[in-house]
């Protein structure tokens, strides 16, 4: 095998690095964003907080994910399916839906509750909406995939 086999133009490679940056990653970049954006949605609501607030704005999320996790999982005993790349990559376009909701929830959670629990609910809200919404997203795409005939 030639070394001139696996030369690439810097077109290629980027193209190659963009994938491999994206591929997987799409998803945690989506909570990431909704859970600092709704960290922001509930300080606009509740001031800034106590040490003590993040500890529970962080158990918030922690109880949304591992809840939903410990359920889909059947107790932890069944390992979480991956889906299918070109249904992932269309569902995360449009997590736009998911971000924006999963931001008011934690504004209006902060809006009506008070103290810790604020911090506590708002987290566990955005989590929750972020997690189902995107569960509708996934949906939509792959009823479009199946629409176009793919897999």
């Known amino acids: 095998m030639g070394a001139g086999r696996y030369r690439r133009g810097a077109r290629q490679r980027l193209s190659s690095g963009l994938r491999e940056s994206l591929h997987g990653n799409a998803t945690a970049f989506g909570y990431s964003v909704t859970i600092t954006a709704s960290f922001g949605a509930v300080?606009?609501?509740?001031?800034?907080?106590?040490?003590?607030?993040?500890?529970?704005?962080?158990?918030?999320?922690?109880f949304a994910f591992g809840g939903l996790e410990g359920v889909l999982s059947r107790g932890f005993r069944t390992p979480l399916?991956?889906?299918?790349?070109?249904?992932?990559?269309?569902?995360t376009?449009?997590?736009?839906i998911s971000i924006a909701l999963a931001i008011a929830t934690a504004a209006g959670v902060?809006?009506?509750?008070?103290?810790?629990?604020?911090?506590?609910?708002?987290?566990?809200?955005?989590?929750?909406?972020?997690?189902?919404?995107e569960s509708l997203e996934f949906m939509l795409a792959e009823w479009v995939?199946?629409?176009?005939?793919?897999?």
């Open 110 to 133: 902060a809006s009506v509750v008070e103290g810790g629990a604020a911090w506590f609910g708002g987290a566990l809200g955005a989590s929750l909406v972020f997690a189902l919404v």
């Open 43 to 62: 300080q606009l609501e509740r001031g800034q907080p106590r040490f003590g607030d993040l500890i529970l704005f962080g158990i918030g999320a922690l």
């Open 145 to 151: 995939q199946e629409r176009r005939g793919e897999a």
């Open 93 to 96: 376009a449009l997590s736009f």
């Open 81 to 91: 399916d991956k889906g299918i790349d070109q249904v992932v990559t269309l569902a």
